[in-house]
């Protein structure tokens, strides 16, 4: 008789952490927001918002199916009630204006809707409600103004938006072995680093190899073939690429578009430069700091075949990493796929492509495509339980286009956000003299014990 599948929670454990998280969300937003309220004060306020938010978060919690998200009205309440303790803050450091709280509250739902039009929704909603509030009471406590703008915002979405979501789940607590367009691949750390695939082996038990010539990201183009794609067709110089890019060193120009260039400057200096991954260049300047490639592979069952490929690329001046990303391939219903997926603590970002022909030569990877594969996903992953949960993001696009101009090798890739181009990244691609193949990576070889964390 099988065991209790270990994946997945118990309804007890279930219920236990909606409780925990929905009286904890509940009492903080509602304190302040009752704080906020004549004749209702912080305490009433906050018990108020035990008694109202915890049993609603443990009633959706355990009657969701799996891999369902909870419904409209308890995804509102939730945003609702965390707005509310933003405002609060806001009203702390002095920003306690009604319309300057309602603008600010406006553009940071706007901006996690992803989408231009939602900023400008957030913006319009934002000011509306401030002004509202700022004519019928200017003294009304900032709290109360982001929880407003959160209600009408979300609600207004929601019509405009309701069939055009920007997430699906795909999977909740399932193993890895179950989706293949996933690199279950995760950070154990804080920090991703250069160093990720070498510590990969240790937690793996595999044999590591640091940078060893002559090795590709992909095993072979002829892997991709189907319908949509003939290796045959590619040019000799972009197989020769994928297949033993350690051959090739890249130089990069950013090309950003001017609505997401702040945004993405706070994210570096916040999220990607502390976690080692997913640095971008901002600017020519900042890439032309000039770029280290270098492959590093591990071997998991010692028949001398690479199992894991990482693609690791840093600062030429610094050493600092500009991003770590897995490779690997894998065939469905007779079509070849590409996924690579980028480590994050506890979690993968995965960019799955379909491989097409294009122009007499070129290579085409693409998301934009109606094939269920194809897309980006983040993955909460537990290794130690082989459990996946994936969302899907589906208003995130990407395409890679490779082809060679004047004898010379060339990539353009391009990011979408809500089908909007905001990033192409130019690759320049020279080869290297065939004396240099040898020295081109180091060819380190390491074997650890499966005891030391990412």
Known sequence: MDG???????????????????????????????????????????LIGVLVYAPAEAFTSLSRGVAEVKPLWQRILGSALLMALLGWLLGLVGLDEPVLTALISGALLGLLGLRPLKIALGLLVGALVGVLFEALDDGVEPALVAAAVTIVYRAIAALAYRNRPLVRVMAE???????????????????????????????????????????????????????????????????????????????????????????????????????????????????????ISTIDTIDLDGDEQIDIRGWIRTFADSGKPIYVGIYTSFRHENRGYVSVGFPIPS???????????????????????????????????????????????????????????????KTEHSFYLARQRFLTLYYEIERLKSSDFGSAGSGLEREGPADEDL
Do not use: C
């Open 4 to 46: 209790p599948d270990r994946r997945r929670r118990s309804r007890s454990g279930r219920l236990l952490d909606a409780l925990i998280w929905g009286a904890a969300l509940g009492a903080a937003a509602g304190a302040v927001i009752g704080d906020a309220i004549d004749g209702i004060g912080a305490g009433a306020g906050a």
């Open 347 to 409: 979690a993968n970002f995965t960019a799955t492509l379909l491989p097409r022909n294009t122009g007499d030569h070129d290579l085409l990877l693409t998301s934009r495509t109606e094939l269920p594969f194809p897309g980006h996903y983040l993955s909460s992953v537990d290794s130690e339980r082989d459990a996946l949960t994936v969302l899907k993001l589906l208003s995130f696009q990407e395409q890679i286009h490779v082809y060679v101009a004047a004898g010379e090798l």
């Open 173 to 291: 607590e399932v193993p890895a072995s179950e989706l293949r367009y996933v690199v279950p691949f995760e950070a154990r750390s804080r920090h991703v680093g250069a160093d990720y695939v070498e510590q990969l082996a240790h937690v793996r038990g595999g044999k590591f190899r640091r940078n060893p010539p002559d090795v590709g990201i992909l095993a072979s183009l002829d892997g991709l073939d189907g319908p949509d794609f003939d290796p045959g067709r590619v040019h000799p110089l972009i197989r020769e690429f994928y297949e033993h890019t350690s051959r090739f060193k890249l130089s990069i120009a950013p090309e950003w578009r001017r609505w997401m260039k702040p945004g993405y400057e706070v994210f570096k200096r916040v999220v990607a430069q502390p976690l080692g991954q997913a640095a971008i260049p901002s600017n020519i300047e900042e890439a032309q700091r000039g770029m």
